[in-house]
DNA sequence: CCAAAAATGGACCGTAAGGTCCACAAAGGG
DNA sequence: CCCTTTGTGGACCTTACGGTCCATTTTTGG
């Protein structure tokens, strides 16, 4: 047996706590201290469940916290066949990061775990996933007639995963949603021929 | 008297290196001894010019660096005054970042020195000015008759910006400037009103 | 019920890294 | 030419933090 009920809950429990402390207000670096204090273990067990050190639970918890990216747009990003629908999900994305503020989770983790191999596929994963999510919005959407067919669909919907990466960066550093705003519309009014 | 000469040179020296590093292979987390070895200095000299530590240092290598994103661009991005300077500076911008490749030196710097006060205000003024010469560009297309006068330049010239930030973004776990080049063209499209 | 495996607590260690101090060298300026 | 200011070298200090170890408790499975 490798991992009983107990076990796993811990290894969950410290994951959690984690993804917690980096949505708090003082991200920065995240020490295994921090860590261990929020979610009232010890350090055996950190490296019990995560022999790879710190580097392997920042790994986990990136991972944790890259599947709430999209989940947190849905159902909107898995429904993008009307007008309507994409302006529920722009709305859906932009309260998304402005509840989120300065601190983006996801960014502190891959400032801190950057280098390493595995958080290069995290964050590519998750981009392609996204990515695939609008195109298909795309397509349907050029499907029904709404969209001239002679747009590269995925093509704009990397520009979409580019533009909502770059406005969330802006937040980061000025507080303001407005560059997000302002490049989520000016690629919908794109795909909208406006 | 402040700095001599000789206190000019060695300041300029220790910031001019600390880039050389910071544009390396192997960024991660610059260190003082990184930046003593690299620029031929001792500790002392580091503090004596920067008192406010490592924090101060890195702040003004961000200035120094800051500086020289907007100058790459040049002369470009002052004279955006047809389709073909656009693209011009569209070519000059990925080339610049696909030449940076992975490491993104203000980005580093920006993870490591990211929450101090100060450091917001280089990025923002940055952003600003950017932002600024791209909506010049836009305005100045829109008094020719070449870009229609319902968009609004301000807000386009931030879509512009958050893109290309996005962009490298991307092109920082990706390696690829695919997703840069897709957001550029996607607005110049929609700038153009293909 | 008992031995083996897993979970936990926490003292302890090694080191990297920022920062301090002081002695000495080199300009500068009157 | 000498005194004051500025520049430089580098030993040294302190602390934070990742990681190790082992003793103890709890759970598991036969």
Known sequence: MALTVKGRATRQRIIEGAAVYLRGDEPGEV?????????GTSKSQIFHYFPGGKEEL?????RHESERVLEDQQPHLGALTSWAAWERWRDAVVARYRAQGRNCPLGSLMSQVGGTP?????????????R???????????ATGEIRPSLDA?????AFVAG???????LRSSGSTWH???????????LRGV
Not at 31 to 39: E, F, H, K, N
């Open 164 to 170: 909502i990466q770059g406005g969330v960066q802006v």
């Open 118 to 130: 595995g958080a290069a596929e995290v964050i590519g994963a998750l981009l392609t996933s996204w």
């Open 58 to 62: 920042l790994l986990a918890v990136a």
């Open 31 to 39: 020490t295994l201290d921090d860590i261990r204090a929020i979610t």
């Open 132 to 142: 695939a999510h609008i195109r298909h919005g795309i397509e349907r959407m050029q």
């Open 180 to 190: 997000l705003e302002a490049t989520l519309d000016a690629l919908i009014d794109h």
């Open 154 to 158: 995925d093509r704009l919907a990397a």
